[in-house]
């Protein structure tokens, strides 16, 4: 099934960017795949997706950066959604951060996301029709210890999909977040076996999210069922907070 929709997915190279990517491509969008180092995993996806049909383009930018976004902005062309996929975490105890790392995580999960949107946005208006959807954290919603800047950082992203929900909604845009909990990503390999063990026997279904469930989610926002969806954040962590 092929749609001339276009998305633009940041963070394309990673396990929750490229399940994503998977399942938007099967239902016929055509896709920017954003990613910053990993070019050979964006390359690989691209391999996957061209069974599909559609456009799959890849787009270099570090978000990490001030004004990384506007390298993304030069390479879009038609657009109607945008999945803001691209994150990292980081641990360790607050009075240990360095100014650098809040630096880099400020302009990764906040500075770049809106300024991308902000330069983006114009195009969905022109169309009075779209969708922004930002993938947040179980973290942005109630905190954690040893995560005290990414929780920051996820929970600014929270009010920003709150916020600017409200200004767009007349324009036939929605905006809508998505807060997974513990999911089975590369992010996760920094915990040892017992870690992983840990936090599972905490979360209520009693294992780690897959990245194709966040995708569905995803999914779903975008398509004609959730068109009465907008400025809410959609929590998917097994009940691990509720």
């Known amino acids: 099934m092929y749609m001339n929709k276009y998305v633009l997915i940041t963070g394309a190279s990673g396990g929750i960017g490229q399940a994503v990517a998977y399942t938007l491509a099967k239902k016929g969008y055509n896709l920017y795949l954003h990613y910053n180092q990993n070019e050979q995993s964006v390359k690989e996806l691209k391999e996957k997706l061209n069974q599909f049909g559609g456009e799959y383009l890849p787009v270099h930018a570090d978000l990490t950066t001030f004004d990384g976004y506007k390298s993304i902005c030069s390479q879009i062309f038609s657009l109607d959604e945008i999945i803001h996929c691209g994150g990292t975490s980081q641990y360790g105890l607050f009075v240990d951060l360095e100014q650098a790392e809040a630096e880099s995580l400020l302009n990764l999960h906040v500075l770049s996301p809106l300024m991308l949107t902000k330069e983006l946005l114009p195009k969905l208006l022109s ?85 194709a469930e966040i995708a569905g989610a995803v999914a779903f926002l975008l398509s004609d069922e959730a068109t009465y969806i907008t400025g809410q954040i959609l929590g998917i962590n097994g009940g691990w907070y509720t």
Not at 138 to 166: D, N
């Open 127 to 211: 169309k009075r029709s779209g969708n922004i959807i930002v993938i947040s954290s179980i973290w942005g919603q109630t905190g954690a210890a040893c995560e005290v800047a990414y929780s920051t950082v996820k929970g600014a992203q929270i009010a920003f999909v709150k916020a600017l929900s409200k200004e767009v909604a007349l324009n036939g845009i929605r905006v809508n977040g998505i807060a997974p909990g513990a999911i089975k990503t590369p992010m996760m390999q920094g915990f040892t076996t017992e870690d992983i063990e840990n936090i599972e026997s905490d979360i209520p279904m009693g294992r780690l999210g897959r990245p």
